[in-house]
């Protein structure tokens, strides 16, 4: 789609979702590119209140690792959010190509529609090693769910340097997170597709059109599960009230998918994954990847622990963890890999 819209050249196609869609423009009021995310006529209210959460919950906040929103309003019965452009890749893919020599684009795939899925709330791609190796078109990784990544996967999984992209990039999410926590507000989203990467590597936390004040009355979800199925917390799938430490389990569900190149939680019924999440342990990562560095394996599980008591308390602990692990990985030339038991290898 490209044309005009109300004040806005629309250029692009970034985004989408069966909430509406994003759009890379200029506005014109200021010469800016911005990203707009528009709204089909005739949504449904929810989605409108939505989108207005989300503008005012960012538009007096600033942090570098938050995504900023600029304006706010509605054009031909059409609702839109206009919000900083953050011009970089989606984690999951950055991460492929965060060891080539240079800054690549992952050779996109046939036939398929431009754009990242930003508000889809139960669909979700699979793990960046999966994305990885098929865009690469270097490996088929058609290990199971449980078993041990192949040594061609381990070191997919555990070069050096993405190990050190990957603690930096969730250290910044992290520091983001510190930041509307102190400040009464959860993402209650955080997941791989909403984290962006720029060429710079700074890493931007998008998508808070979920956010919720937690000491905020007039916003409530009357006990009904709202967010991303695979990277929610236990309480957040009772529909129970939240705090902070519900963000810190997603992205220790990013964590662990990004480590062991598959979800925490891989059930395609959401039934069966919900169910999952409030009562049962995902596999353990030492299992899957033998290579990954302890004290992240060690992190993950801190993170993803079903009590919300036995979780890191504040954001920024787990920032200073992942920085420390980042330089840790930075001091060894060659990270450890572990081959299959011979009966396992393909």
């Not at 089909?40 to 989300?54: I, Q, W």
């Not at 529609?113 to 669909?123: C, K, N, R, S, T």
């Not at 529909?239 to 662990?256: F, K, N, P, Q, V």
């Amino acid at each position: 789609m490209r044309g005009w819209f109300g004040p806005f050249r629309l250029e692009r196609q970034v985004g989408r979702g069966g909430l509406g869609a994003v759009y890379r423009a200029v506005d014109t009021r200021s010469g800016a590119t911005v990203a707009l995310k528009m709204l089909p006529p005739g949504t449904d209210p929810s989605a409108t209140r939505r989108l207005r959460r989300e503008f005012d919950a960012l538009r007096h906040l600033h942090h570098p690792n938050i995504v900023r929103v600029l304006d706010l309003g509605e054009e031909d019965g059409v609702p839109w959010l206009e919000m900083e452009f953050v011009d970089g890749m989606v984690l999951r893919e950055w991460l492929s190509v965060v060891t080539e020599p240079q800054p690549l684009e992952p050779e996109p795939e046939g036939d398929a529609p431009e754009g990242v899925d930003l508000d889809v709330l139960f669909e979700e791609p699979d793990s960046g090693a999966l994305l990885a190796v098929a865009r690469a078109r270097r490996l088929k990784l058609e290990t199971g769910i449980e078993a041990m990544l192949t040594f061609e996967e381990q070191v997919e999984q555990n070069h050096a340097e993405r190990l050190v992209a990957l603690c930096e990039a969730l250290a910044q999410v992290a520091d983001g997170l510190s930041f509307i926590h102190e400040r009464g507000l959860l993402h209650r989203d955080v997941k791989p597709s909403n984290i962006l990467v720029t060429p710079a590597r700074k890493a931007v936390l998008v998508d808070f059109g979920l956010a919720k004040r937690s000491s905020d009355d007039q916003i409530t979800d009357h006990g009904r599960v709202v967010g991303t199925y695979r990277y929610m917390s236990p309480e957040q799938a009772r529909g129970e009230t939240l705090d902070r430490r519900s963000d810190l389990y997603s992205l220790g569900a990013t964590l662990y998918e990004l480590l062991a190149g598959r979800p925490a939680f891989a059930h395609s019924n959401q039934y069966q994954l919900l169910e999952a999440i409030v009562t049962r342990d995902p596999p353990e990562l030492t299992r899957i990847n033998p290579g990954a560095p302890e004290p992240l394996v060690h992190l993950a599980g801190r993170l993803l622990a079903k009590h919300p008591a036995d979780r890191p308390e504040h954001a920024n602990e787990v920032s200073l963890l992942l920085r420390a692990v980042g330089r840790g990985v930075a001091g060894f030339s060659q990270p450890v890999f572990v081959r299959p038991p011979r009966e396992e290898r393909r």
